[in-house]
């Protein structure tokens, strides 16, 4: 009997043609043309939603709640083995963790794309889309949440990373490394996560900023934030979550004011922690009401705290696991 798995396109470089200029449309070709490439009609029950054809950085957190509602919807069918999702690769790793954190279902979410258009040389649209949809299938696939399957890897959204522009080994994560990977078509996986956390979707989402910590950093993002009345900022210090003493200034006042500061590192390895002890070091920030981010990622921190504070949870010690 065939396995079941719904595909979800959204646009991107998966899914472009080239204009008359030679330069890459977005989002151009439909579920059909592109499952067309990957000869696996006979091999899987495949349900085909195009959802969006949209470039990746056009994503809005409209589209995420109803990318959301459409997968949840589509989990009601016990038939369903897993979702599979095509998206631009400028903001996949932030979709896919989204879903991670809204979704809590023991079948695999696959996001993934492509570097190349389906018409360039060497174009990955075969690879990684095929890859996806076996991965979605197998049974050993249950209960790794939401994954990004490319060039051959299997990452979770947690740690993912885009960390080429243009390679089409455009994904990893760095330190910490995949779930498994798919070799002829067997789908192996030697390691799942061991936490799981979700969150309802709401309509509104509070606004949160991020804003990176360097050398001579003064405070004119983080007091024009003060000003624009944002809900979070996440700091991205330097190394165990250092900033300048201008910036911390204005933390302090944020902090004060009620706005939720989360510390995360620039660094692609380790985390935040409390290991200094001066004006402007993470414990210093601790001491102010600063949230330890751990090792989160900027990106992955905003999602989080985003929803945490549209869902009034204030758990944020969470940050540090």
């Known amino acids: 009997m065939k396995k079941k798995v719904a595909l979800i396109t959204t646009g991107?470089?998966?899914?472009?043609?080239?204009?008359?200029?030679?330069?890459?449309?977005?989002g151009k070709?439909?579920?059909?043309?592109?499952?067309?490439?990957?000869q696996l009609e006979n091999e899987i029950d495949i349900e085909l939603?195009?959802?969006f054809q949209i470039p990746s950085m056009h994503m809005t957190f409209e589209n995420l709640n109803h990318l959301n509602e459409t997968i949840?919807?589509?989990?009601?069918?016990?038939?369903?083995?897993?979702i599979v999702i095509t998206h631009g690769t400028d903001s996949l790793e932030e979709t896919a963790y989204f879903l991670e954190l809204t979704i809590d279902d023991e079948r695999p979410i696959i996001v993934t794309g492509s570097q190349k258009a389906p018409g360039d040389i060497g174009t990955d649209v075969y690879s990684n889309l095929r890859n996806s949809l076996l991965v979605a299938t197998s049974d050993e696939a249950k209960n790794i949440g939401t994954c990004v399957v490319f060039n051959e890897k299997i990452i979770h959204s947690k740690y993912v990373k885009k960390v080429h522009s243009s390679s089409i080994n455009g994904f990893g994560a760095i330190g910490y490394g995949m779930l498994g990977f798919i070799d002829n078509d067997e789908v192996i996986i030697y390691q799942k996560p061991t936490h799981k956390e979700a969150y309802t979707i709401q309509e509104n989402y509070p606004k949160?900023?991020?804003?990176?910590?360097?050398?001579?950093?003064?405070?004119?993002m983080l007091d024009a934030l003060y000003n624009a009345e944002v809900e979070g900022i996440v700091l991205v210090g330097a190394g165990r979550g250092q900033i300048t003493p201008d910036m911390t200034s204005a933390i302090e006042k944020l902090c004060q004011?009620?706005?939720?500061?989360?510390?995360?590192?620039?660094?692609?390895?380790g985390r935040v922690f409390p290991t200094y002890d001066y004006y402007s070091s993470a414990n210093n920030l601790k001491d102010k009401g600063v949230v330890m981010g751990g090792d989160f990622d900027p990106k992955k921190a905003r999602l989080k705290l985003l929803l945490m504070l549209a869902n009034g949870n204030s758990n944020f010690d969470s940050f540090m696991h």
């Open 208 to 220: 949160v900023e991020i804003v990176l910590a360097y050398l001579g950093a003064s405070s004119i």
């Open 49 to 51: 939603i195009d959802l």
């Open 29 to 38: 070709l439909d579920g059909n043309a592109i499952l067309a490439m990957c």
């Open 257 to 269: 004011k009620g706005t939720k500061v989360v510390l995360t590192t620039s660094t692609e390895e």
């Open 72 to 82: 949840q919807k589509l989990f009601q069918d016990k038939t369903v083995s897993g």
């Open 12 to 26: 991107g470089t998966i899914a472009s043609t080239r204009n008359d200029k030679n330069k890459l449309e977005s």
